[in-house]
């Protein structure tokens, strides 16, 4: 069975840092992309950044801040979070996908204070 296990949420001020990771366990096969997602309450979720390859993707308004990484035929994700801002603050969820399989994280919650 897959399981992602994130960590390195918390909480900081406006401005701080935060590097999340994510790690994947019960499978032997690489995923085709990872990536980050995270929901706001009231909110839809919505993807923050995607790597697959050599490829990476990243959401408007965090490109400049965030840098998503993975070590390359790992199943490990990490997303810095630089110059963190409130409108940041939502539970964020590792995504992995190989073929026509999905994968989810449990989140981690992220709060930024002003």
């Known amino acids: 069975q897959v399981q992602l296990v994130e960590s390195g949420g918390g909480s900081v001020q406006a401005g701080g840092s935060l590097r999340l990771s994510c790690a994947a366990s019960g499978t032997i096969f690489e995923f085709n992309t990872m990536g980050w997602y995270r929901q706001a309450p009231g909110k839809q979720r919505e993807l923050v950044a995607t790597?697959?390859?050599?490829?990476?993707a990243y959401m408007h308004s965090v490109k400049g801040r965030f840098t998503i990484s993975r070590v390359n035929g790992k199943n490990t994700v990490s997303l810095q979070m630089n110059s963190l801002q409130p409108d940041d603050t939502a539970v964020y969820y590792c995504n992995a996908r190989r073929d026509r399989s999905e994968y989810w994280g449990q989140g981690t919650q992220v709060t930024v204070s002003s």
């Open positions: 790597i697959g390859g050599r490829d990476k």
